[in-house]
């Protein structure tokens, strides 16, 4: 394939998919870039914001957008040379989605006025001090090139072909390509929270900080799944409810046969036997979302799905216990029990 058609490729997949679930996962680091960039004053209630203000919140998020651009084309002329060998693990990833649920945690306290909050963020000033602005661009800039670190599921897809483009310039016309994909769904958000942001008081404020705060705990929630730091719960598949998804063919191998759909996987629970070679049959049938990026944890593992198709992965003799998957962004787990 060559540069022109990775780079429509990654930037296809950013514009008709990629910005919504990216949106989803790096919500929070696009708000802090905003809110970051503002002066601490605000308008007077009932006032309009300022086009000051506007033009503040645009270049923040342009800021913001080219910083993630730049870190992505560097990232993608990286896996293009160095292959998968600089791809972060699926527990490093989860500390990162940790990281990023503390932060939107963060800039929710700091919409609140809570003080702490606001001291880390450098917002609390003496009154009448000047204001700072050069801090707000460092800090868009900063949180625009940390979004390589917080990847969504179709990143992971545009990663995976930068992989396997083996060259610098193809890796990085996939992945600026992506980039510039998803810019015009993030740059409607931008917006939209800033607008958001200069309007809202009293309990309106309090409500978008609920959200924010219900989409820390979301975030949290994905990184530990990622990281496979949740406690085992119930809700093991009996072994009649798995039979038609687990079979032996004639050399004795096991298959365990898990459809990944948009929305999650079938079965989510499944369980095998242990103690027999076994083989995960993964299948696709024109599936676009987050699933196709699937992860094992506690084997350290990635392996992005064809829209169609078969993908095998080899588990070799799996002893008693749960073996957990996930989608690579944290949001749609599975376990397979093997007795």
């Given at each position: 394939m060559d540069v022109t058609a990775l780079f429509l490729t990654g930037a296809g997949t950013g514009l008709l998919a990629?910005?919504?679930?990216?949106?989803?996962?790096q919500l929070g680091l696009l708000t802090g870039a905003v809110t970051g960039a503002r002066p601490t004053g605000?308008?007077?209630?009932?006032?309009?914001?300022?086009p000051t203000?506007?033009?503040?919140?645009?270049?923040?998020?342009?800021t913001f957008l080219s910083a993630k651009l730049v870190?992505?084309?560097?990232?993608?002329?990286?896996?293009?040379?160095?292959?998968?060998?600089?791809?972060?693990?699926?527990?490093?990833?989860?500390?990162?989605?940790?990281?990023?649920?503390?932060?939107?945690?963060?800039?929710?306290?700091?919409?609140?006025?809570?003080?702490?909050a606001r001291r880390l963020l450098r917002r609390d000033r003496p009154r009448g001090a000047p204001e700072a602005t050069h801090g707000g661009w460092r800090r868009a800039a900063g949180l625009g090139a940390a979004t390589v670190v917080v990847p969504c599921g179709l990143t992971l897809s545009a990663e995976l072909l930068a992989v396997?483009?083996?060259?610098?310039?193809?890796?990085?016309?996939?992945?600026?390509?992506?980039?510039?994909?998803?810019?015009?769904?993030?740059?409607?958000?931008?917006?939209?929270?800033g607008r958001v942001l200069a309007v809202v008081r009293g309990r309106a404020a309090v409500l978008l900080a609920a959200g924010l705060l219900a989409a820390a705990g979301w975030t949290l929630l994905s990184g530990l799944?990622?990281?496979?730091?949740?406690?085992?719960?119930g809700g093991t598949a009996t072994a009649a409810g798995s039979a038609r998804f687990v079979r032996t063919d004639t050399s004795g191998t096991q298959l365990v046969t898990v459809w990944a759909l948009d929305q999650g996987y079938r079965p989510s629970r499944v369980t095998a036997r242990a103690g027999v070679h076994t083989v995960l049959v993964l299948r696709t049938d024109g599936t676009r979302g987050h699933t196709r990026a699937f992860t094992i944890p506690q084997r350290g593992e990635d392996v992005i799905l064809p829209e169609h198709g078969e993908t095998r992965i080899d588990l070799g003799v799996p002893g008693a216990g749960r073996m957990r998957f996930v989608c690579a962004s944290g949001h749609y787990p599975g376990a397979i029990t093997f007795r």
């Open positions: 990629g910005g919504t679930t990216c949106a989803a996962v605000s308008p007077p209630p009932g006032c309009a914001a300022s203000r506007a033009g503040t919140d645009a270049r923040a998020i342009a870190a992505h084309t560097l990232l993608g002329a990286s896996l293009g040379v160095a292959g998968g060998a600089v791809q972060p693990s699926p527990r490093v990833r989860g500390v990162l989605l940790a990281a990023a649920a503390l932060s939107l945690a963060l800039f929710a306290l700091d919409l609140l006025g809570f003080r702490p396997t483009s083996r060259s610098a310039v193809g890796g990085a016309a996939v992945m600026g390509g992506f980039v510039l994909g998803t810019a015009p769904l993030f740059g409607a958000v931008g917006v939209t929270v799944r990622l990281g496979g730091w949740l406690p085992e719960r």
